[in-house]
Nanobody, 122 residues
Framework: QVQLVESGGGLVQAGGSLRLSCAASGRTFSVYAMGWFRQAPGKEREFVAAINWKGGSTYYADSVKGRFTISRDNAKKMVYLQMNSLKPEDTAVYYC???????????????WGQGTQVTVSS
């Protein structure tokens, strides 16, 4: 079993940056691929970024390519999402998730955190 807790959300002006963190617990964390998803009010949950268990392969939604960077530190059991050049349309609750094989599909993920709010003002 893997437990996940996100942090680092907040309010930022358009063009600014935020760094989200996901703290994991569980002996098997290092064998899981990790992903970030987001959900705005009244919208479907959407894929943002993913990273495989070794950290050597990353995947991004077209909407965030060139602006967001996912990374992980298995020794610290941490996953990060660096968000630069933020836009109002990035406003959402951001969720950290874990899955056995790297995926961009939300329903394939096995474990989820509670989410952290990111709000980008115009």
């Amino acid at each position: 079993q893997v437990q996940l807790v996100e942090s680092g959300g907040g309010l930022v002006q358009a063009g600014g940056s935020l760094r989200l963190s996901c703290a994991a617990s569980g002996r098997t964390f290092s064998v899981y691929a990790m992903g970030w998803f987001r959900q705005a009010p009244g919208k479907e949950r959407e894929f943002v970024a993913a990273i495989n268990w070794k950290g050597g392969s990353t995947y991004y939604a077209d909407s965030v390519k060139g602006r967001f960077t996912i990374s992980r530190d298995n020794a610290k059991k941490m996953v990060y999402l660096q968000m630069n050049s933020l836009k109002p349309e990035d406003t959402a609750v951001y969720y950290c998730a874990a899955v056995r094989a790297v995926s961009t599909v939300a329903h394939e993920y096995d474990y989820w955190g509670q989410g952290t709010q990111v709000t980008v003002s115009s």
